[in-house]
C-alpha cells in the first residue's frame, strides 16, 4: 500500500468509528476532565479578552465546550465526525446555548482567517499524520487574531513501546514511520465496529517528538509562551505575534 493511500484510510477509518462510537462517547469519556487539563485551560482563558470568541477544534462531543461558554465566550467548535457533532449539539442545544455554534469540519480543512481570539484542540492531535502537522499549525495561525492565543495537547508515549509497534507495522508491511501506532489497529477497529471495547488501538496514533511538535509551532508563525508534560499528553501554550 503506498502511503498516501494508507494515511488516507487512516483518517477514514478513524471518522467511521468515532462516527459509530459517538452515542457512548460522552458517558465513557465526557465527563472525564482532569486537573493537567483544566490547570492550562485555565491559563489559555486567563488570556481571552472578555467575551473573546474561542475555537474549539476537533471538539468531539463538547468534552471542553461547557466550560468555555461558563467563561463567557461564543464558541465555534469544529470536528470531522457528524455523529459527535450530534452528540455536542444535544448536549448544548442551540436554544440554550445560542452562543455556541458547530460546524463539520477536519483540522486539515480549517479555514478561518482571523476570527478568534483563541483556540483549543484537546487530545485529538495524535490522530494527525506528520504529513499533516505543519498545515494544521498554519490553519490555526491563520484563524486566530493577531495576539491571539492556542492552546493544544500533543499525546506522549513511552518510547519503548513506539519502538515495538515501529517493527512490528514495519514486519506487517505498512508503510509507517517512526511514532506511528498501527501494528493493532484493523483487529481492534474490527472489533469496535463488531460492538466490542473501543480501545486506543483502535484508531491511528502519532506521537511526535517534543522538538518536533516545536518546530512545526514556530514554523507557522507562532510563539510557544509554556510547555509542560502530564497526564500522559504535552500541553502547548502558543499565541499569534501582533502585527
Sequence with gaps: MERLEFLKKMRSMAESLYDQISPQYWAEFGCDVDETHLTYLQ??????????????AACGAGRFDG???????????????????KQARE???LERFPQLQYVKMGLQDMN???????????????HICPEDWPGIMLNFQKALK????????ADWEEPEFMERSYQRAQALGFPVVYGEVVDELEAAYEQAKAGGPVLDASVYHFHPPLEQVQAWVTQAGLAIEEISTGSEYHHILARKEKT
Design 146 to 153: 493577531p495576539g491571539g492565543r492556542l492552546y493544544f495537547t
Design 112 to 126: 478561518l482567517e482571523a476570527a478568534f481570539d483563541g483556540a483549543i484542540c484537546m487530545d485529538a492531535m495524535e
Design 67 to 85: 466550560l468555555l461558554v461558563e467563561a463567557g465566550h461564543p464558541v465555534l467548535g469544529i470536528d470531522q465526525s457528524a455523529g459527535m457533532l
Design 43 to 56: 491559563k489559555f482563558l486567563e488570556q481571552i479578552p472578555p467575551g473573546g470568541v474561542v475555537l474549539s
Design 91 to 93: 448536549h448544548f442545544p
